[in-house]
């Protein structure tokens, strides 16, 4: 069965300081792995992926994250927090069926 | 507009009705997904659509609950006999290909259905 977890309900960073949301995940396979973020009375909008190659991925509004396959993990990183950065963040993954599994989320506050 | 839309935004409903919720998937996207987001947590799956065919229905959590996209393009999602426990945020994605797991999603806002 496959299934995400994002241990931190929040994360609070302060602005200018870098930042690390955590996400594991455990799934049969290869996996397909996503972030994505949610701002208020929006949608979710796509932050970056990774499917295979190269572990460190680059996405949008400067994100990255890394794939350890070892540490089931793919944390979502910047290295440096901007208060517009706040938000709700969301992983998630794909095993090469239709849906995805997403995990509960973590509300990143960046402190000015 | 070039996103996703979904209609209505917010809808208050009274135990027992049927609702009906809108897609509006971006032109020329051949995937359609519907998941459904309980309060404090993430999106789940209930269903895909490759073009008009309803290839996966599996997440559907009762059979009152009921999705068509009958040209391919528009989804309505409908929920029959609503009970207090299908309130929660109704998402809609749409993506260019067809579903396989890896590719990106564009989400609409949601409609945010409440049954009191």
């Known amino acids: 069965a496959q299934s995400v977890a994002q241990p931190e309900d929040q994360v609070n960073v302060a602005e200018g300081n870098p930042l690390t949301v955590k996400c594991t995940y455990s799934?049969?396979?290869?996996?397909?792995l996503f972030w994505y973020v949610q701002y208020p009375n929006r949608g979710l909008q796509f932050l970056l992926k990774?499917?295979?190659?190269?572990?460190l991925v680059k996405g949008s509004y400067g994100f990255e994250a890394e794939f350890n396959k070892s540490q089931t993990s793919f944390h979502l990183k910047k290295p440096s927090a901007l208060v517009s950065d706040s938000a709700l963040y969301f992983c998630?993954?794909?095993?090469?069926?239709?849906?995805?599994?997403f995990g509960t989320g973590t509300r990143l506050t960046v402190i000015p | 507009g070039a996103g996703v839309s979904q209609s209505p935004r917010y809808k208050v409903a009274k135990r027992g009705q049927d609702v009906a919720l809108r897609c509006d998937p971006i032109s020329g996207h051949v995937s359609l997904f519907w998941y459904q987001q309980a309060l404090g947590q993430g999106p789940e799956f209930l269903t895909y659509?490759?073009?008009?065919?309803?290839?996966?229905k599996s997440g559907l959590p009762s059979d009152r609950f009921f999705a068509e996209r009958p040209e391919g393009s528009v989804s309505t999602l409908k929920i029959q006999r609503t009970q207090q426990e299908d309130s929660a945020v109704y998402l809609c994605?749409?993506?260019?290909?067809?579903?396989?797991?890896?590719?990106?999603?564009?989400f609409g806002s949601g409609t945010q259905l409440s049954v009191l």
């Open positions: 799934v049969s396979g290869n996996p397909y």
């Open positions: 659509f490759q073009n008009e065919a309803q290839l996966d």
């Open positions: 994605a749409s993506s260019l290909v067809r579903g396989r797991g890896n590719e990106k999603l564009f």
């Open positions: 998630a993954v794909g095993t090469g069926a239709n849906n995805l599994f």
């Open positions: 990774y499917i295979t190659g190269d572990n």
